[in-house]
């Protein structure tokens, strides 16, 4: 029956039909014989064309895979879940085949069974998680480093190149989707604190407080509320450890739950980030003594300290403060996850930026996209941030040579995917999203800007070094978003630094922040340009949002103040980020290098405009807005002699004020805009002609767009 319907079928409804027959011998209760199932299985069904597979094909081999290894007891069943016993599971190579050569309609179920198969351990298996896992692991890199090197000998040969080309290519994201499953699938089994963030969460959110109320206590203790202090990419563990250590030096001993808009916060909810969740700007988040929870968030931290979560070990905990943040960090299992071990191998790390330059520069987006995806979900390379830190520590003690050439390799010699990498990895060391010791992030910070990397940055934005040349508009966006984020704060410190010569306030400063030694009164320089750049610096960047990055550029501007204050953002780079701005608030970041007409055409109703509301675009638009108003405070001579005054600020004005979709872009830039005007010149020239050119928009571009 097998070969008649399976190998030799004459119509597509034959193997179907036999397919769907041999999945209900295997039912609940089979009617094949458990003795010869396996050898059919190894004789016929594991050398069926994977290629020919069908949805019901797959579910066919899905049955034979489970009862055979049930019967050799390399899998077993608890709480109707497949336990893996032995890692050797019979039909694990033809799965490995499934997935790279059957049809795309199979794919994404044969790479949830694999994933169940390898993440789905006993108890026993766990124990030394990264040798259990070490040959899956090296089966997936050896499987993309194959189809990388036959891709290559495929695109060099000619015949037939593309459709062998296009083959390779699926295989590799195929592999890579199976990789990201995988490591996600560990990361969230995984029920501690986490202390090495992934590279997607690496850099600091915006900064939000959240107000803390005890309306209640379990003795009766009256506590007044409290803030916590937090930002976007934090996970709401950490939120919750604050609050409970917050709690215990106020000597509240007991287990709380937390409580947000009524809803009890649970140990799920500890794995989000702040930006996930409903939170805002001053929520209020209520503390309610939970005693029960307190007995059982022990027993099971103290059962399950050394071992992974298990699927046939006790259930996850349901709510309460037994969650993540009550288990806290546990260093030991978190080296053994895989997306740590993938991040400790330089050498793949280095593969994978590799393999996301080839998918730009050949115009595959899919294998891009896996390939950051990946990345995301790792902690960024452990070998390249050690690289960036040392290099950025001997070259600002001028003991590794010239610091252009340090950064010519980390950021303009290299391939766009890599470039985006290493801007990245630097932006997390410059504003981290978690960090252990304060000492260690003012030295990297203090070492970039000793090293030159203020110039390096305003080198990036000035249109002239064809920057990211041959990156596609998806990388180029990404990097413009890294770019924007760290010039903000690079600018922000050579405002403070030129506000600290003015005032002779330089010098060493003590664990607080409070300088220790002053160098004495500088040259008298301009006053009433010292007033107006005092005046912007109060109101850009923003207090509320931007209050940890201000309070560290004012640190930084005691200690690294001459180095700073000698950079200034120039035309160019005024230019090239108007242009980032405006592009991308028409959701056309490719046409940041076209020429301005372009760009204003992509507002008109015929225009290329997305009109959707991109968060990368919202982004990159949002940033620029904020990094002109700084290069306007720091640069107003050159800011205010000819851009107001150019058809190019008025179309800019219009389009982004009247014609951009996204209302958070509308109300940031008619905020910056403001601000231009208002705060960072002393003339009135730039307010008056603002305020003629939007009463000349009123009964035109404003009346047709109400």
């Not at 390898?118 to 189809?147: G, H």
Request: glycine letters at 4%.
């Amino acid at each position: 029956v097998w070969k008649c319907l399976a190998e030799n079928a004459v119509f597509p409804a034959d193997r179907a039909i036999c397919f769907r027959w041999f999945s209900k011998l295997l039912g609940e209760e089979p009617d094949l014989d458990p003795e010869s199932t396996c050898g059919f299985m190894e004789e016929n069904v594991l050398k069926l064309d994977p290629s020919v597979l069908t949805d019901a094909g797959l579910k066919c081999f899905e049955r034979f895979f489970r009862v055979v290894n049930l019967n050799s007891h390399k899998v077993t069943m608890k709480r109707r879940r497949f336990i893996t016993e032995d890692m050797d599971l019979v039909g694990l190579d033809y799965l490995w085949e499934v997935i790279l050569r059957s049809p795309d309609e199979v794919v994404s179920q044969a790479i949830h069974l694999l994933k169940e198969s390898v993440t789905n351990l006993s108890t026993e298996l766990l124990r030394d998680m990264a040798t259990t896992q070490k040959p899956f692991l090296t089966k997936c890199i050896d499987t993309l480093n194959n189809s990388f090197d036959k891709l290559k000998s495929a695109k060099s040969s000619g015949k037939d190149a593309a459709d062998a080309e296009a083959s390779h290519v699926t295989q590799m994201v195929r592999c890579l989707t199976l990789l990201k499953e995988f490591v996600g699938e560990c990361d969230m089994a995984h029920r501690h604190e986490r202390t090495i963030p992934l590279h997607s969460r690496a850099v600091r959110g915006r900064q939000m407080t959240l107000i803390v109320r005890c309306p209640q206590s379990a003795h009766g203790q009256v506590i007044e509320d409290f803030d916590v202090s937090t930002h976007s990419n934090e996970l709401v563990a950490v939120v919750r450890r604050k609050i409970v250590n917050k709690m215990k030096s106020l000597n509240i001993l007991y287990q709380v739950d937390l409580f947000f808009n009524s809803e009890a916060l649970t140990a799920a909810d500890d794995k989000k980030l702040v930006y996930s969740t409903p939170f805002r700007d001053r929520s209020t988040i209520t503390v309610k003594p939970s005693q029960a929870s307190a007995l059982a968030s022990s027993n099971l931290a103290a059962t399950s300290s050394t071992i992974p979560s298990s699927p046939d070990s006790s259930s996850e905990d349901s709510n309460g403060s037994g969650g993540v943040a009550a288990k806290g960090p546990n260093t030991q299992l978190e080296s053994q996850l895989p997306g740590v071990i993938l991040s400790k191998d330089a050498t793949l790390c280095s593969f994978l930026t590799s393999l996301a330059d080839f998918g730009i520069a050949n115009g595959h987006p899919t294998l891009r996209d896996s390939v950051r995806g990946l990345l995301k979900l790792m902690p960024s390379d452990a070998n390249r941030v050690g690289n960036i830190k040392l290099l950025c520590h001997m070259t600002a003690d001028g003991s590794s040579g010239d610091h252009r050439s340090f950064f010519n390799s980390t950021f303009f010699s290299n391939g766009p995917a890599k470039t985006l990498y290493n801007l990245e990895i630097t932006l997390s060391l410059l504003m981290p999203s978690n960090y252990s010791s304060e000492k260690d992030l003012i030295d990297f910070q203090e070492h970039f800007i000793q090293c030159g990397g203020i110039a390096c940055v305003l080198r990036m934005l000035n249109g002239k070094e064809k920057f990211l040349a041959e990156a596609d508009a998806v990388t180029r966006r990404s990097c413009f978003q890294a770019i924007l984020k760290i010039s903000k704060f690079m600018l922000t410190v050579v405002g403070h630094s030129r506000l600290s010569l003015a005032n002779g306030t330089t010098g060493p400063v003590d664990s607080e922040g409070n300088v220790v030694h002053t160098n004495g009164p500088s040259s008298a320089p301009d006053a009433t340009a010292i007033s107006v750049l005092r005046a912007a610096l109060e109101v850009t960047p923003n207090a509320t949002n931007e209050s940890w990055m201000r309070s560290i550029a004012k640190r930084l501007a005691a200690t690294c103040a001459k180095q700073a204050s000698e950079s200034n953002p120039t035309e160019e780079a005024i230019d090239s980020v108007v242009r980032m701005v405006w592009a991308s608030a028409a959701g056309n970041t490719h046409l940041c290098n076209e020429p301005n007409a372009d760009i204003h055409a992509a507002y008109t109703p015929s225009g290329t405009t997305k009109y959707v509301a991109d968060m990368e675009d919202v982004t990159v638009a949002k940033e620029g807005l904020e990094v002109l108003t700084l290069c306007a405070a720091l640069n107003p001579d050159v800011f205010f002699t000819s851009m107001p005054k150019s058809e190019t600020w008025r179309h800019l004005i219009s389009d982004i004020l009247f014609l951009c979709r996204p209302r958070t872009i509308r109300s940031v830039a008619s905020e910056q805009f403001q601000l231009m005007a208002t705060h960072c010149t002393s003339k009135r020239e730039p307010l008056m002609l603002l305020i003629d050119y939007l009463f000349q928009l009123l009964s035109t571009t404003a009346k047709d767009h109400a």
